[in-house]
C-alpha cells in the first residue's frame, strides 16, 4: 500500500488457534497503524456467501447472502429458497442464523427468516403483528414478537 509518498510493507504472520471461532481472523496491528486498519480490511475483497447443500445431489456449494430469498425452520437442517426460484439447505436452526441480521435477513416469526431488501410494502395487521409484501408477489404476517425490529429495518 502507498501512503503519502511511502510504501507500507506489511508481513503477515499465521497463528492457529483452536479456541478461535471458526468464521473469524484476528488481525493485530501496532498502535500507529491504525490508520492502516480500513485499507487493509478493504483489500482482502470479502464476499458475504453462505454455504448451502443442493438436495438433489447433496453437493455443498456458495451463494452470495444478497441471492437469499427465504429460509424456513426445519430440524437440524434449514430451507433456503434464492430470488431465482432455487431451493437447497442450509445447516443450522433459525437461532444460528440470526446473526445474518446483519445482511438484512431478519427473522420475522418463529418459522422464517426474510430478506428485507425482497420487501415492497409492509401494512398493520391484527394484535400488533405486520403483514409484509414482497417483490415475488407473497405476503408474510410477521409476529408481534418481531415486528418492532422488522419495522425499523423497513423505515
Do not use: C
Request: charged share 30%; glycine share 2%; no cysteine.
Amino acid at each position: 500500500m502507498v501512503n503519502e509518498g511511502r510504501l507500507l510493507m506489511i508481513y503477515l504472520e499465521f497463528k492457529w488457534d483452536l479456541k478461535q471461532a471458526i468464521d473469524k481472523a484476528t488481525i493485530t496491528l501496532h498502535p500507529d497503524n491504525k490508520k492502516y486498519a480500513s485499507k487493509i480490511t478493504r483489500s482482502f475483497n470479502f464476499k458475504d456467501q453462505v454455504e448451502v447443500i443442493n438436495p438433489k445431489n447433496e453437493r455443498r456449494l456458495k451463494i452470495d447472502i444478497s441471492q437469499i430469498y427465504l429460509i424456513e425452520a426445519m430440524d437440524h437442517l434449514s430451507k433456503l429458497y434464492t430470488v431465482n426460484n432455487q431451493v437447497y439447505y442450509i445447516r443450522g436452526r433459525l437461532k444460528d442464523l440470526e446473526k445474518l441480521a446483519l445482511k438484512n435477513l431478519m427473522r420475522i416469526n418463529n418459522s422464517t427468516i426474510l430478506n428485507m431488501d425482497q420487501v415492497t410494502e409492509f401494512k398493520k395487521a391484527t394484535y400488533a403483528r405486520i403483514e409484509v409484501h414482497t417483490k415475488n408477489a407473497e405476503s408474510f404476517i410477521v409476529s408481534r414478537h418481531y415486528a418492532k425490529k422488522v419495522k425499523e429495518g423497513l423505515i
